[in-house]
């Protein structure tokens, strides 16, 4: 069984920084894309970044330039590094694994971390 567990949340202050971090854990034979999404009280969970296998990276336009997704794939994690933070990231991260084979032939699936609050004060 693969599982995803997440780190590095907390409170900080308006443009502090914060690095969430994603490992997976089980047997993983190749994870495509990774990726972080947001959700905030009372608002769907959204796309902040991902990151394919061949390490492009697509960004939210509300945190380019301050946030920086990252990969290790011999770790099977994967980084947020977030910078000059704002008020308006809070919201619970989650972490989501897609297309993630146990081996060659097998079939891909796609799973989710168990989410970690960020909470920036202004």
């Known amino acids: 069984q693969v599982q995803l567990v997440e780190s590095g949340g907390g409170l900080v202050q308006a443009g502090g920084s914060l690095r969430l971090s994603c490992a997976a854990s089980?047997?993983?034979?190749?994870?495509?894309?990774m990726g972080w999404y947001r959700q905030a009280p009372g608002k769907q969970r959204d796309l902040v970044a991902v990151?394919?296998?061949?390490?492009?990276?697509n960004y939210a336009d509300s945190v380019k330039g301050r946030f920086t997704i990252s990969r290790d794939n011999a770790r099977n994690a994967v980084y947020l590094q977030m910078n000059s933070l704002k008020a308006e990231d809070t919201g619970v991260y989650y972490c989501?694994?897609?297309?993630?084979?146990?081996?060659?032939?097998?079939?891909?699936?796609?799973?989710w971390g168990q989410g970690t609050q960020v909470t920036v004060s202004s």
């Open positions: 990151i394919t296998g061949g390490g492009t990276t």
């Open positions: 989501n694994f897609k297309d993630v084979r146990k081996s060659f032939a097998s079939e891909g699936s796609d799973y």
């Open positions: 089980g047997r993983i034979f190749r994870i495509n894309a």
